[in-house]
C-alpha cells in the first residue's frame, strides 16, 4: 500500500480519541510501519497507557508545530526517509491555541498545503481535533482542508473538501509596512538584500543564525522574484510586536502559484524551489499579489 | 598605512577616503555606488557639491526612489559643506559633522555617509590639507558613526598636490574599481589533495564562476575535497551545484565537504541532498 492518506479526527472525549488512534497505531506497527504521534501531553500519556509500544515514536505537539513552513517541512524529511514497505504513520495534532488570527489562518492554510506537498509521498496522516477546546471555525476548516474523516476505524469522505488551489489561493490579508520601516529601494544584486536584511536584522535584536537565516531567506526570495519579473526590486524591513518582518516587493510580478516553495524540489532546479528554504528558515511566510505586483512576506519572532 | 585601492562598497563608518577621478561620468557612477552602499547599510547619505543635486538626478534611479528617499530624510544634498574648501576651516567643518550625523542617527539611521565633490583653489591648499588631516583623526576617534568620501577631480590637480591629497587621507579609491565590489568569492586549489579552499558567498551571481572552477580542478576517479570553514554564505543554487557535483561521480568516489557553515548543512538537509551516497560531510555543526 502506498500513496498518501491524511484524514482528519474531529473528537469530543478521550474515548473517541483513543477509538481512532490505538487501532491506527496498533495497525502500523503490526505491519512494520513507522507510526509517529504528535500530540498534547495529555493524549500522548492517555495512548501509551491504553497501548504501550515502544515502537512509537511520540512528540510534544507543543514543540513540533512552530511554525507552519518549518514544520511541514519537518515532516516530509521524516516521511522521505521511509523507503520500507507500506506507509509511514502519523497523528498530527496541530497547536490551535494562543493562536493570532493571521497565524490561525496560517496553519489552515497548512493544513491544505500538506496535501500538495505530500501528494506523492508514502504517508497516512491523521489530524486530531478536539472539539472540547477549539474554536468552531477550526473545526468547520478541518472538514475544508482534509479529503476524508476518520472516526474509530471507520473512515469518511468531507463532503465540504475544498480543492487547495482554491483553499490556499484566497487572498491573504496584508498590512501595510510602516512608514519608518528601513527600506532599500532598489537591489543592485542579491548581495546587497543580504547586506540590508543582515544589518537592519540585527539592529532589531535578531543575531548569529536567527538573523543569517532571514537574510538567507530574503535571498531566496529575491532571487525567485527577480527571476520571475524584470529584476526590479525593494525591500522593506521593520520591526513589531517582538516580531521582525521582512517585505521583498517586486512591481512586475504575478505569481500564480500559491504552493511556491511547498512542492518537493528535486536535483534540477525548477522556478521558486528556493523558497522550499525561505519557508523553512522563516516563522511565517505570506504571499500577497495585486495591481502593486507581488510581495513576500518573512517573519522571524525576535531572540528572547 | 594608506590602502591603494578597496571597493566603494567596502567603505565603512569611520572611514575617510579619497577618489582622484578624472572622468565626470566616473564621479556619478560613484555618487551611485555610495548611495547604493549606503541604504544597503541603512546610512544617511548626504551628496556635497555645486551641482550635487543635478547629479542625483542623472542617476540610473527611478525618479520615485530618490524622491521618496529625499521625502524621508535618508538622502540629502547640499551645494557645499560649510567650511571645507575654499578658506576651509577645520572647526567649522568638525561642527557641521557632528551636527549632520547627530540628527542621523537620531533619524534612526545606522550611520552618515557624506560624499563630496571637494572644491578647491590651490591657495588655499595647506588649509584644506590640515582640514583633511582633522577629519581623519576625528573619524577614527570620535565620529565614528561618519563615512567620508572625498572626490578630487584630478584634472585641476598638478601631480604633487595630488599626491599630498592623497597622503591626506587614510585609504585612496581609485576611481574606476572603486565602481565593482570586491569579489565575493576566492577560490584557492589545494596543494596536498584534489580540492578547494573555499572563501566568501556563492550565489546564483557568482555560482557560475565556482561551477567553472570546480570543473577544472576535478580529476576523474579521485575524490574532490572542498575546504567551507570560510565559506559564510551558499545559496539554493550553489549548494544544489555541489549536490549535482557528487550526484555525478560514480560510485566510490565522493564530493567531501569539510566543515561546511550552518546554513549549507541545513539546505542540503531540507532538499534531501545529504542523502546523496557520494556526498560526504566532515565537520561542521547543525
Redesign the interface.
Known amino acids: 500500500m502506498s500513496g498518501f492518506v491524511h484524514q482528519a479526527c474531529v473528537y469530543g472525549s478521550d474515548e473517541e480519541f483513543l477509538s481512532m488512534a490505538v487501532p491506527f497505531v496498533t495497525a502500523g506497527t503490526s505491519a512494520g510501519e513507522p507510526v509517529v504521534v504528535v500530540a498534547t501531553p495529555h493524549n500522548i500519556d492517555l495512548l501509551r497507557r491504553a497501548q504501550p509500544d515502544d515502537r512509537v515514536e511520540y512528540i510534544d505537539c507543543f514543540s513540533w508545530y512552530t511554525a507552519p513552513g518549518r514544520t511541514t517541512l519537518n515532516y516530509f524529511d521524516r516521511v522521505r526517509s521511509h523507503t520500507g514497505p507500506g506507509r509511514m504513520r502519523v497523528i498530527g495534532e496541530v497547536v490551535w491555541e494562543g493562536r493570532t488570527p493571521a497565524q490561525t489562518a496560517a496553519w489552515k492554510r497548512y493544513e491544505s498545503t500538506l496535501n500538495v506537498t505530500f501528494a506523492d509521498t508514502a504517508s497516512w496522516i491523521v489530524c486530531p481535533y478536539d472539539t472540547r477546546t477549539l474554536p468552531a471555525d477550526v473545526i468547520a476548516d478541518a472538514r475544508r482542508t482534509h479529503p476524508a474523516h476518520l472516526g474509530g476505524s471507520e473512515i469518511t469522505s468531507c463532503a465540504e473538501y475544498v480543492d487547495p488551489g482554491t483553499f490556499v489561493g484566497e487572498a491573504v490579508t496584508m498590512s501595510q509596512p510602516p512608514a519608518d520601516a528601513a527600506v532599500l529601494p532598489y537591489a543592485l544584486d542579491l548581495h546587497s538584500v543580504r547586506r540590508f536584511v543582515t544589518i537592519w536584522s540585527t539592529v532589531h535584536g535578531l543575531h548569529g543564525e536567527r538573523g543569517d537565516s532571514l537574510a538567507a531567506a530574503a535571498t531566496e526570495v529575491a532571487a525567485y522574484l527577480s527571476e520571475m519579473g524584470d529584476g526590479r526590486l525593494s525591500v522593506r524591513l521593520w520591526s513589531q510586536s517582538r516580531t521582525v518582518t521582512c517585505d521583498v516587493h517586486a512591481p512586475s510580478v504575478d505569481i500564480a502559484d500559491p504552493f511556491v516553495g511547498y512542492r518537493p524540489p528535486a536535483l534540477d532546479p525548477h522556478p521558486g524551489d528556493g523558497l522550499w528554504l525561505a519557508r523553512y528558515l522563516c516563522d511565517h511566510l505570506d504571499i500577497r499579489c495585486d495591481s502593486s505586483g507581488s510581495t513576500i512576506r518573512l517573519e522571524m519572532m525576535e531572540d528572547l | 598605512m594608506a590602502r591603494s585601492y578597496c571597493s566603494g562598497f567596502a567603505v565603512r563608518c569611520g572611514h575617510h577616503a579619497c577618489v582622484p577621478y578624472a572622468r565626470r561620468e566616473d564621479l556619478l557612477a560613484l555618487f551611485g555606488v555610495h548611495l547604493?552602499a549606503a541604504?544597503?547599510?541603512?546610512e544617511k547619505i548626504l551628496f556635497v557639491g555645486e551641482d550635487a543635486g543635478s547629479m542625483l538626478e542623472q542617476l540610473p534611479?527611478?525618479t520615485s526612489?530618490t524622491e521618496?528617499?529625499v521625502a524621508?530624510g535618508?538622502l540629502a544634498t547640499r551645494p557645499v559643506l560649510d567650511g571645507f574648501g575654499p578658506a576651509a576651516d577645520p572647526d567649522r567643518v568638525v561642527a557641521v559633522l557632528r551636527a549632520e550625523a547627530e540628527a542621523a542617527t537620531f533619524a534612526?539611521y545606522?550611520g552618515l555617509r557624506v560624499c563630496v565633490d571637494v572644491p578647491w583653489i590651490e591657495s588655499d591648499l595647506a588649509k584644506l590639507l590640515a582640514c583633511e588631516q582633522r577629519i581623519t583623526a576625528l573619524l577614527a576617534d570620535e565620529l565614528t558613526e561618519v563615512a567620508l568620501i572625498c572626490h578630487y577631480d584630478s584634472g585641476l590637480l598638478e601631480e604633487s598636490i595630488e599626491l599630498a591629497v592623497r597622503a591626506a587621507h587614510p585609504i585612496t579609491l581609485d576611481a574606476v574599481r572603486a565602481q565593482r565590489?570586491e569579489p565575493?568569492l576566492h577560490l584557492v586549489p589545494l596543494r596536498e589533495r584534489i580540492g578547494l579552499h573555499v572563501r566568501g558567498?556563492i550565489?546564483?551571481?557568482n555560482v557560475e564562476e565556482f561551477a567553472a572552477v570546480l570543473r577544472s580542478v576535478h580529476r576523474a576517479g579521485e575524490n574532490l575535497h572542498l575546504e567551507l570553514e570560510e565559506l559564510r554564505?551558499a545559496?539554493?543554487?550553489a549548494v544544489?551545484l555541489l549536490?549535482?557535483t557528487a550526484?555525478l561521480f560514480p560510485n566510490g568516489h565522493r564530493l567531501v565537504l569539510h566543515s561546511p557553515a550552518?546554513?549549507v548543512l541545513?539546505?542540503l538537509?531540507?532538499?534531501?541532498?545529504d542523502?546523496l551516497p557520494t556526498l560526504v560531510i566532515e565537520g561542521g555543526d547543525i
Request: aromatic content about 8%; proline content about 3%.
Open positions: 547604493t541604504l544597503e547599510c541603512g534611479l527611478a526612489a521618496s528617499l524621508r535618508q534612526g545606522l565590489r565575493l558567498e550565489d546564483r551571481t554564505y545559496d539554493v543554487a544544489r549536490a549535482q550526484n550552518p546554513i541545513t539546505t538537509k531540507i532538499y534531501g541532498w542523502r
